[in-house]
């Protein structure tokens, strides 16, 4: 089980009863930042992937922790203007035309997802520098959610490449390329190919077809195990060469801000149905997505609250496995399969670490109307 920091215990311990928060500790996003430009080679850019946490505490402050934010939508795109981020990048596969307007008027960078995407761009006539997103044709790096390489939504067909280079409308001026493939990868050395690759294509493919080449985008990807306490190695990233003249991007979301996050639950009561012993939670999936979506069991580190003062005894369990589920009314509502515990009583409280990223921001808040967590910013 993770230690949790002082101060997080320290703020855990002044929530009322019963106890639900997510907290948000901004010198870890910080440290996070530093580590990793510190592990990239010269000319890498790094920008804040804002959809992994948008709280607006943490987008402020890595607007300022990293050269600028990634952003997917016109929310976003608000909270990374209201946050002064020095450079902004704008993806997504459906933007509409007050989004591309909006992203144009910010200055933001645009990463075009079709060809269609960029003549409705110079149709409302605005000129923009844009990088072209593309789904190359056989991009092969590990981890989840591969968006190139196979068949998805996002950017342009490697085949289809040469045609809309070639019937750009006027006004657009392709700089880049952006070519985000995979999500969660663990494995540096495989990460550390995949940028090199990137590189070498699009200095191929700009001079096949006459783009003057100044941006490669890599996007995101860099992995966090949330079932450990480990993370992909970034020594291997600092041998890729980025040529002068040329800059590389970067957008993490999940390696900075997952393990700046700590979302904690009160016990609200335990049970044994089937020879199976379930926590039940102030909280749930419902909150906290991750695990529901991934499969996986998230752990939890205990946190014991010895007072109390209610008027009804105090159920507790025993060296014993123990679930961890919502307070939903769907069997799918589960943080935790058969974690160990020695002891856990009603009115402790779970405490689940590296939940700093695609947490919070990608649950369904709202089924069964219960009162969303706390959110406290240290
Ligand atoms: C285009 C793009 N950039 C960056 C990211 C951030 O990825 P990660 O949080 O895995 O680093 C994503 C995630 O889906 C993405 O789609």
């Known amino acids: 089980m993770a230690e949790l920091p002082a101060p997080v215990t320290a703020a855990l311990r002044r929530l009322p009863t019963p ?24 000319r890498t850019t790094v920008l804040y992937a804002v959809k992994a946490n948008g709280h607006p505490d943490v987008v402020r402050t890595m607007a300022s922790a990293c ?20 450079r902004i990048v704008f993806g997504g596969p459906g933007k509409t035309d007050a989004e591309l307007a909006a992203a144009v008027r910010a200055g933001a960078l645009l990463n075009v997802e079709s060809r269609f995407e960029a003549e409705r761009i110079a149709a409302l006539g605005l000129s923009a520098d844009i990088c072209l997103r593309v789904n190359r044709a056989g991009v092969a790096v590990t981890g989840s959610h591969a968006m190139t390489g196979t068949p998805t939504p996002f950017g342009i067909d490697e085949n289809q490449l040469g045609t809309v280079l070639e019937t750009l409308p006027t006004g657009l001026n392709v700089i880049g390329f952006h070519l985000h493939a995979v999500s969660n990868n663990l494995d540096g050395t495989a990460h550390a190919a995949f940028i090199a690759d990137a590189i070498t294509w699009s200095i191929t493919t700009a001079s096949a077809y006459g783009v003057n080449l100044r941006i490669v985008n890599a996007g995101g990807g860099l992995g966090v195990d949330h079932t450990s306490s480990t993370s992909i190695d970034l ?36 049970k044994t149905t089937h ?9 749930g999936t419902h909150h906290f997505r991750l695990p529901a979506a991934w499969g996986y069991s998230h752990p939890f580190t205990i946190l014991p609250v010895d007072d109390w ?21 769907t069997p799918r509502d589960v943080l ?13 409280l779970l405490v689940f670490a590296r939940t700093g990223a695609y947490a919070w921001d990608i649950s369904h808040h709202d089924f069964l109307r219960h009162p969303a967590p706390e959110f406290i910013v240290l």
């Open 19 to 42: 106890a639900c928060a997510y907290v948000y500790d901004t010198s870890a996003l910080r440290t996070a930042a530093s580590r990793l430009r510190a592990a990239l080679p010269a």
């Open 67 to 86: 050269d600028g934010l990634e952003v997917a939508s016109g929310g976003e795109l608000d909270l990374a203007v209201r946050a002064g981020a020095p």
């Open 235 to 270: 020594a291997p990233l600092s041998q890729v060469s980025v040529p002068d003249g040329l800059e590389l991007i970067l957008e993490p979301g999940r390696y900075l801000a997952a393990d700046a996050g700590w979302y904690a639950t009160e016990v609200l009561d335990l």
């Open 275 to 283: 020879g199976r012993t379930f926590a039940v939670l102030r909280g």
């Open 309 to 329: 003062d209610r008027p009804y005894s105090r159920p507790a369990v025993t060296r014993t496995p123990v679930d961890a589920v919502g307070e939903l009314c």
């Open 336 to 348: 935790t399969r058969a974690q160990p515990v020695d002891r856990l009583r009603v009115g402790d």
